[in-house]
């Protein structure tokens, strides 16, 4: 009852994005892997590439943040009854990709209100960096 009511308070940790509004297909993501590349395509109706930012951190984190702009108006003479499409807010994705990617080989394009990120597979996967992980009585 309570989720009902307030929502479920692990929907971003486990869903991977953040929240939206209930209408917002923004920032929805599909992740597919063929042996040569793995191939991202994110909803972005609206926006251009000018309002797309892509980084990738030393951590190989994917950083996506989407610039939201508004409409212009249409003069002194017009009245706004309702402003949903015209008035983006921004959105912002991160993706921890895999070790075994060409971070320095990523492309990326926007088409029909679809990001589309490629990113290309390492043919030899690198060894996993091994370490050891002290544990303590208190965190």
């Not at 309002?51 to 190989?60: A, F, G, R, T």
Request: proline share 6%; aromatic share 6%.
């Amino acid at each position: 009852m309570a989720s009902v009511l307030f929502g479920d308070p692990f929907r971003r940790f486990l869903l991977g994005h953040p929240i939206y509004g209930p209408q917002s297909t923004t920032g929805l993501m599909d992740w597919l892997e063929s042996q040569n590349a793995h191939i991202l395509k994110i909803n972005v109706p609206g926006y251009s590439k000018e309002h797309i930012k892509l980084e990738v951190d030393d951590e190989n984190i994917l950083h996506i943040k989407g610039e939201g702009i508004k409409e212009e108006s249409q003069g002194k003479d017009t009245v706004w009854h309702a402003a949903e499409r015209g008035s983006r807010s921004s959105f912002y994705r991160q993706i921890e990709l895999p070790e075994n990617v060409k971070v320095d080989h990523i492309k990326a394009q926007v088409e029909n209100g679809v990001l589309t990120i490629v990113v290309p597979k390492e043919n030899s996967p690198k060894p996993s960096k091994a370490r050891t992980i002290n544990i303590s009585s208190k965190l």
